[in-house]
């Protein structure tokens, strides 16, 4: 099925409405979209709806690096990926989509005793989750990723199952699959208001109009804070910068089939795009904003004004010894893109406290691509009262107590959770 905005409403202007329905979810990105795809699919005979502000998984979602990281250092994060890579042959059967899954491993290379004690501990947990793994050489590693200089005494794992694919494909069939089921989508169409009834969510007031349901879904990315805040909840999360470069074209240096790489040590990553190497860094002060002061659309939000040239000098000498022809390495693109931190780069995903009608699915920490098939899945069965086949025990929303989400130390908490990850 081709991705076309005529699988999509978008509102009358000159008219205002007032509906109800089963589920109203705000936000189309690839939470929201996974959310309608499995809710409607698994409950035929009821009715969901999408609000997108702007156009579907047009924005922090199409922006993504899109490592499907499945083996973490947090086991319970592993479940939610394997059920992406499980639902995308699905995906692709119901849509005629072509989802470009790029299944090339990943290496994890470690150089100090606590990284070594780290990765060593990730693969324990890989194992456990029957995900394949080896230990590799330096000239093994070299061999595969004809870029890199490995010392001699480094760990090296080499994990083949590992992924990359693109967002945007991935987020539209989702979003093509929950239409191709009844889903209906509404874009262009900002929520400005959760309904609140005492203790609890009954619909959303839109720029067009007024909607009740059952249950509301918030997975409007970092806009959440501050439709949540407005009554009375605070998101323990912040919209904190994401970063990466693409590279000119190199053959020998970046060949397609090369797998990923995280290198904690350098605070890098990277993938292949084509015969160009995508890497990132997890700089030492990462920039975050003020949730209040997000714009609707990102299209024009300056993150960088220098393209991030000064995070990638911090990182220079750190860099180098690992990827010494970064210094005769042309660049050619920059992208950057909010995603929503959480101070134990952990997600917010289930039952609002203290406020019946109400999920939340957000704060993505950076993995969001990865996980979204389990996040779908799961935040559909509570939508439908059915029980969850994953644990959301440790994504809970009140699990800091008492914080004020627009504080400058709230902020600062949730900036040092990305510049700290190591992982895809």
């Known amino acids: 099925?081709?991705?076309?905005?005529?699988?999509?409403?978008?509102?009358?202007?000159?008219?205002?409405?007032?509906?109800?329905?089963?589920?109203?979810?705000?936000?189309?990105?690839?939470?929201?979209?996974?959310?309608?795809?499995?809710?409607?699919?698994?409950?035929?005979?009821?009715?969901?709806?999408?609000?997108?502000?702007?156009?579907?998984?047009?924005?922090?979602?199409?922006?993504?690096?899109?490592?499907?990281?499945q083996a973490r250092s947090y086991g319970h994060m592993i479940p939610l990926s394997l059920e992406t890579y499980r639902v995308i042959p699905e995906l692709e059967k119901l849509t005629a989509d072509i989802i470009p899954v790029r299944q090339n491993g990943a290496i994890h290379l470690a150089t100090r005793p606590d990284q070594m004690k780290q990765?060593?501990?990730?693969?324990?947990?890989?194992?456990?989750?029957?995900?394949?793994?080896?230990?590799?050489?330096?000239?093994?590693?070299?061999?595969?990723?004809?870029?890199?200089?490995?010392?001699?005494?480094?760990?090296?794992?080499?994990l083949p199952g590992e992924a990359y694919t693109d967002p945007y494909v991935l987020g539209m069939s989702f979003a093509n699959a929950a239409k191709a089921t009844g889903a209906r989508f509404i874009r262009n169409t900002g929520v400005n208001e959760l309904i609140r009834k005492e203790n609890k969510i009954i619909g959303v007031k839109t720029e067009g109009g007024t909607y009740y349901a059952d249950t509301t879904v918030l997975?409007?990315?970092?806009?959440?804070?501050?439709?949540?805040?407005?009554i009375g909840l605070a998101l323990p999360m912040a919209p904190v910068r994401s970063q990466y470069w693409i590279t000119e074209i190199s053959e020998s240096l970046f060949p397609a089939s090369s797998p990923s790489v995280l290198i904690p040590e350098a605070s890098f990553y990277s993938r292949p795009q084509g015969n160009c190497l995508l890497f990132g860094i997890r700089e030492e002060s990462s920039m975050v904003a003020d949730p209040a002061m997000l714009p609707d659309v990102m299209g024009d939000y300056i993150f960088s004004s220098d393209?991030?040239?000064?995070?990638?000098?911090?990182?220079?000498?750190?860099?180098?010894?690992?990827?010494?022809?970064?210094?005769?390495?042309?660049?050619?693109?920059?992208?950057?893109?909010?995603?929503?931190?959480?101070?134990?780069?952990?997600?917010?995903?289930?039952?609002?406290?203290?406020?019946?009608?109400?999920?939340?699915?957000?704060?993505?920490?950076?993995?969001?691509?990865s996980v979204s098939g389990g996040v779908g899945l799961g935040?559909?069965?509570?939508?439908?009262?059915?029980?969850?086949?994953?644990?959301?025990?440790?994504?809970?929303?009140?699990?800091?107590?008492?914080?004020?989400?627009?504080?400058?130390?709230?902020?600062?908490?949730?900036?040092?959770?990305?510049?700290?990850?190591?992982?895809?």
């Open 1 to 69: 099925m081709p991705f076309t905005n005529n699988l999509f409403s978008t509102r009358d202007m000159n008219s205002t409405k007032c509906e109800s329905t089963d589920l109203i979810i705000v936000g189309g990105g690839i939470f929201g979209s996974a959310i309608a795809y499995y809710f409607r699919k698994d409950n035929p005979g009821k009715e969901v709806l999408v609000f997108e502000r702007n156009e579907i998984c047009s924005g922090n979602t199409s922006l993504a690096a899109a490592l499907m990281s």
């Open 119 to 158: 990765l060593k501990k990730m693969l324990l947990i890989a194992s456990q989750y029957g995900l394949d793994w080896e230990i590799i050489t330096a000239r093994q590693a070299m061999h595969r990723l004809p870029w890199l200089v490995v010392p001699h005494d480094a760990l090296i794992a080499f």
């Open 219 to 230: 997975a409007a990315g970092v806009w959440s804070t501050n439709l949540a805040y407005s």
């Open 307 to 369: 393209r991030g040239w000064r995070d990638l000098e911090a990182e220079y000498n750190r860099l180098l010894p690992f990827f010494p022809e970064f210094e005769n390495t042309g660049i050619k693109n920059y992208v950057a893109g909010f995603s929503g931190y959480t101070p134990d780069n952990q997600f917010i995903l289930g039952k609002a406290p203290g406020m019946d009608g109400l999920l939340l699915a957000t704060g993505c920490v950076g993995a969001g691509i």
């Open 379 to 424: 935040i559909a069965c509570l939508a439908a009262d059915k029980p969850n086949p994953f644990d959301f025990s440790l994504y809970s929303c009140d699990r800091f107590g008492s914080f004020d989400p627009y504080s400058a130390g709230h902020l600062e908490r949730c900036a040092a959770a990305r510049s700290r990850k190591t992982s895809g």
